[in-house]
């Protein structure tokens, strides 16, 4: 059923979605098929790409610079678009690769704009998802820019945790991880060896314990604290303007 599909639950705390949107959600799904690990979906410099609606599975978008150094940008859990701006743009400017096997659904630019026309609602709804990925990505460069690296580390997991909240897929307790130190360290812009540094002091406070592919919160107060995590830029508390119920 549409409700139970990840997107929707994730844009349902923007819009109220009724028939009409629920019906093109569905519809956006329909090339849906099981993508391998490691094998890029969407691939930097190329043209003509399509997007992606991830229903299961994690993701990362990064760019690689020319000495083969890698920058990931973001994480993509379930729920969110892989490469909209590969639609949008002339060319791709980042790739996106699985982390572990995903589900997702392959949308061209005709069928994303097809949508649009069909059902305004919805493409408010994506617009809301895509600054909210801006708001990310805002946030990852005060990190890596400004914040020691013990905090941009609990913040980032923080943030995973509460997107995750927003699907189904996490809460306070914690949640399921597959991402490695090497995945991590690329995106806080850190070595390996100092994210296993900062991992066991974060632990070894009592705060936090990220093995076995799982994060546990063993104080969340604290981490929040610690980390100075104000989860407003995630804009995720329910539908903001009535005006939009309207459309």
Known sequence: MPHNIPFAR???SYVKLGTEELEAVAELHKRRRTYATGVDLVHQG???QSAFILADGWACSYKILDDGARQIVNFQIPGDFLGVRSVLFRTSDHNVEPITPIEASEVSKADLF???TK???LAIAVLWAASRDEA???EHLVGVG????AERTAHLLLELSARLKLVGLGDKTGFKCPITQYHLADAVGLTPVHV???LREIREAGMMTFQNGRVTFDDFDSLVTFADFDRTYLDQDGPPVPVLDAL
Do not use: C, G, H, S
């Open 114 to 116: 097809q949508t649009f």
């Open 10 to 12: 994730k844009i349902a």
């Open 146 to 149: 400004q914040r020691p690296a």
């Open 119 to 121: 059902t305004p609602r």
């Open 196 to 198: 296993n540094r900062v």
């Open 46 to 48: 190329e043209i003509d």
């Open 136 to 138: 990310m990505i805002v």
